[in-house]
């Protein structure tokens, strides 16, 4: 076996084990399941997801605080990451101007791609620590800033390479990932991790990612502006909850 094939079988092994890409026992039958118990097992595996954040609600109350501080001085809250993680950033970055009358430069996102991976698989570009490095040094990152790494698996090589700089940048570094004791965990100050389980369909990884993502970055939000405009923010938050929109198209892609 040659050395890419044994690293291709080293990778296929760390997947393997981590529970976002495990089978989902629930739904391992899902092809025999009618309509109506199709969605009822969805229905009760997203159920999940909201304990599942509820578990983790002191650390995104943390990274709230710590955002705010930054947010306070000048600093700038950006998303980074790749495929469904990187467009769940972007969708929370375009709707931030409007929802809390703050400038577009305030929160911005980098996916990894840029803007026609909003609609387009990058894969090449996913697994580069390389460009996810070279995309958020193009954005001036300051120890004022606030960098938030994006990765169902904890460990999508571009969301660490951005990590990787923005550290050396002294900028806050904060990681959102759905599996424990992840690279990203390793490297960032902050940490939210809800363990939301297998996805419903394996084929469709981040179906999970995106609800467990969802509230934490609209929970964060809620101090997009600093304390000073917290219950305008809370208010935002409230419209969203109450109308259906959840968050946002990221005002920079590299």
């Given amino acids: 076996m040659d050395d890419n094939a044994n690293a291709n079988a080293a990778s296929?092994?760390?997947?393997?084990?981590?529970?976002?890409?495990k089978v989902n026992p629930a739904t391992s039958e899902i092809d025999r399941m009618s309509p109506l118990e199709i969605v009822r097992v969805i229905n009760a595996e997203d159920e999940k997801v909201a304990l599942a954040v509820r578990q983790v609600l002191p650390d995104i109350a943390l990274a709230i605080e710590r955002i705010a501080a930054r947010l306070r001085i000048g600093g700038r809250l950006i998303y980074v990451g790749a495929g469904t993680s990187g467009r769940l950033g972007a969708l929370d970055a375009s709707e931030c101007p409007p929802?809390?009358?703050?400038?577009?430069?305030?929160?911005?996102?980098?996916?990894?791609?840029?803007?026609?991976?909003?609609?387009?698989?990058?894969?090449?570009?996913?697994?580069?620590?390389?460009?996810?490095?070279?995309?958020?040094?193009?954005?001036g990152i300051s120890e004022k800033d606030v960098v938030i790494g994006i990765t169902a698996s904890g460990r999508t090589p571009?969301?660490?390479?951005?990590?990787?700089?923005?550290?050396?940048?002294?900028?806050?570094?904060?990681?959102?990932?759905?599996?424990?004791?992840?690279?990203?965990?390793?490297?960032?100050?902050?940490?939210?991790?809800?363990?939301?389980?297998?996805?419903?369909?394996?084929?469709?990884?981040?179906?999970?990612?995106?609800?467990?993502?969802?509230?934490?970055?609209?929970?964060?939000?809620?101090?997009?502006?600093?304390?000073?405009?917290?219950?305008?923010?809370?208010?935002?938050?409230?419209?969203?909850?109450?109308?259906g929109?959840?968050?946002?198209?990221?005002?920079?892609f590299p």
């Avoid at 296929?12 to 890409?21: F, G, I």
């Avoid at 996916?111 to 954005?139: F, K, M, N, P």
């Avoid at 509230?215 to 305008?232: C, F, H, I, K, Q």
Wanted: charge should be negative; charged fraction near 20%; aromatic fraction near 4%.
């Fill in 12 to 21: 296929t092994h760390v997947l393997s084990v981590l529970d976002t890409e």
């Fill in 245 to 252: 929109n959840s968050g946002s198209t990221g005002q920079y």
């Fill in 99 to 139: 929802t809390f009358n703050i400038p577009q430069e305030m929160v911005v996102a980098s996916i990894a791609g840029g803007a026609q991976a909003l609609g387009q698989a990058h894969e090449d570009l996913e697994d580069s620590a390389e460009a996810g490095s070279a995309d958020v040094a193009r954005l």
């Fill in 158 to 243: 571009y969301a660490l390479g951005a990590i990787a700089y923005a550290k050396e940048r002294r900028a806050l570094t904060i990681g959102l990932a759905c599996n424990a004791h992840t690279p990203l965990e390793q490297e960032v100050e902050i940490m939210i991790a809800p363990l939301v389980g297998p996805e419903v369909d394996g084929r469709c990884a981040g179906d999970k990612l995106q609800i467990a993502t969802t509230r934490p970055v609209n929970l964060t939000a809620s101090y997009r502006a600093g304390r000073g405009g917290r219950d305008e923010a809370i208010r935002g938050i409230r419209r969203q909850s109450q109308d």
